[in-house]
């Protein structure tokens, strides 16, 4: 420290106050954390543990969840099912309505399922490496910005327009969907189970008559194939049990869901007169399931 401006003064240094010049090594090589004494902490193990626990609680709610209500699942696979609507998640919707067109399906069905996707997908993997512009406000990026905003609103369009097209089918048809199935399935047997038994089941319904002339006609009939010799229809492909069918519908009717279809079930009147049955037969065949009632 000097007091005077003699040249012959002697200088005494306070301390280092001189300003170290750091080298272009230290400067790119940043400090430990051990530097920073209870403000950081090392990342293997101590911080990656306390993400595994994390993990771990979270996992297992999840898993306590899906075992205390698990999500009702369809049928096992049924190729002769023909009321079955084969639909992809959601996040596929968009791509199974592109395949619906025209121009994306039949001949050009590679265009549709292939070059397009892939064009796609391919595009936004290569979108870093093509768009390397440094402006980040997305007016001032038009090509980038409008390719973004025309993929959003086709695909948004897309996936609306498929799931408006298998609801409106969904209706047209009469068709529950499975999943909705399994679930009021699941919910009816917990509503059971909680009854504790103090109900009176169901009785089970049994083939009525089985020795009437009808019954020898309902082997011969087209309703012997989807409905079964025991009349126990198929529930898991959305074909009902004709074991008491008489409590719900007359002879009439009977006859004339036979002769207008009903559902999925089309026209099997001139079907039957195909096969080689009258109509005597036929409505002998009608008054024997109008006799199919609970006992």
Same mark, same amino acid.
């Given at each position: 420290?000097?007091?005077?401006?003699?040249?012959?003064?002697?200088?005494?240094?306070?301390?280092?106050?001189?300003?170290?010049?750091?080298?272009?090594?230290?400067?790119?090589?940043?400090?430990?954390?051990?530097?920073?004494?209870?403000?950081?902490?090392?990342?293997?193990?101590?911080?990656?543990?306390?993400?595994?626990?994390?993990?771990?609680?979270?996992?297992?709610?999840?898993?306590?969840?899906?075992?205390?209500?698990?999500?009702?699942?369809?049928?096992?696979?049924?190729?002769?099912?023909?009321?079955?609507?084969?639909?992809?998640?959601?996040?596929?919707?968009?791509?199974?309505?592109?395949?619906?067109?025209?121009?994306?399906?039949?001949?050009?069905?590679?265009?549709? =399922?292939?070059? #397009? *996707?892939? /064009? &796609?997908?391919? @595009?936004?993997?290569?979108?870093?490496?093509?768009?390397? +512009?440094?402006?980040?406000?997305?007016?001032?990026?038009?090509?980038?910005?409008?390719?973004?905003?025309?993929?959003?609103?086709?695909?948004?369009?897309?996936?609306?327009?498929?799931?408006?097209?298998?609801?409106?089918?969904?209706?047209?048809?009469?068709?529950?969907?499975?999943?909705?199935?399994?679930?009021?399935?699941?919910?009816?047997?917990?509503?059971?189970?909680?009854?504790?038994?103090?109900?009176?089941?169901?009785?089970?319904?049994?083939?009525?008559?089985?020795?009437?002339?009808?019954?020898?006609?309902?082997?011969?009939?087209?309703?012997?194939?989807?409905?079964?010799?025991?009349?126990?229809?198929?529930? =898991?492909?959305? #074909? *009902?049990? /004709? &074991?008491?069918? @008489?409590?719900?519908?007359?002879?009439?009717?009977?006859? +004339?869901?036979?002769?207008?279809?009903?559902?999925?079930?089309?026209?099997?009147?001139?079907?039957?007169?195909?096969?080689?049955?009258?109509?005597?037969?036929?409505?002998?065949?009608?008054?024997?399931?109008?006799?199919?009632?609970?006992?």
């Amino acid at each position: 420290m000097a007091h005077g401006h003699k040249s012959d003064e002697k200088i005494v240094y306070v301390g280092d106050s001189r300003v170290v010049k750091k080298t272009q090594e230290q400067r790119l090589i940043p400090r430990d954390y051990s530097a920073y004494p209870g403000k950081s902490e090392a990342f293997i193990p101590n911080f990656l543990l306390k993400e595994w626990m994390v993990g771990v609680v979270v996992l297992v709610g999840m898993l306590v969840l899906v075992m205390s209500d698990p999500a009702p699942l369809g049928y096992p696979a049924d190729p002769k099912n023909t009321a079955f609507i084969p639909m992809p998640d959601w996040y596929f919707l968009f791509m199974y309505q592109l395949l619906k067109y025209p121009y994306t399906s039949g001949e050009y069905v590679v265009l549709g =399922a292939v070059i #397009v *996707p892939g /064009l &796609l997908f391919g @595009g936004l993997l290569l979108a870093p490496f093509l768009d390397t +512009g440094k402006e980040r406000r997305f007016y001032r990026r038009p090509i980038a910005s409008s390719l973004m905003i025309l993929s959003l609103v086709a695909c948004t369009y897309l996936t609306y327009t498929s799931w408006s097209h298998y609801q409106v089918e969904l209706k047209e048809k009469n068709i529950v969907p499975e999943h909705i199935k399994r679930e009021e399935e699941m919910n009816a047997n917990k509503g059971a189970k909680s009854g504790g038994g103090a109900k009176e089941t169901k009785k089970a319904a049994a083939i009525v008559a089985a020795d009437d002339p009808g019954a020898e006609i309902y082997k011969k009939a087209t309703c012997l194939s989807c409905h079964g010799a025991g009349l126990k229809g198929m529930p =898991a492909s959305g #074909v *009902p049990a /004709l &074991l008491g069918i @008489g409590d719900k519908h007359s002879k009439e009717e009977i006859m +004339g869901i036979v002769k207008n279809g009903k559902g999925n079930m089309g026209k099997q009147y001139q079907a039957n007169i195909d096969k080689g049955l009258t109509d005597a037969d036929i409505d002998k065949l009608t008054d024997w399931l109008s006799k199919q009632k609970v006992q």
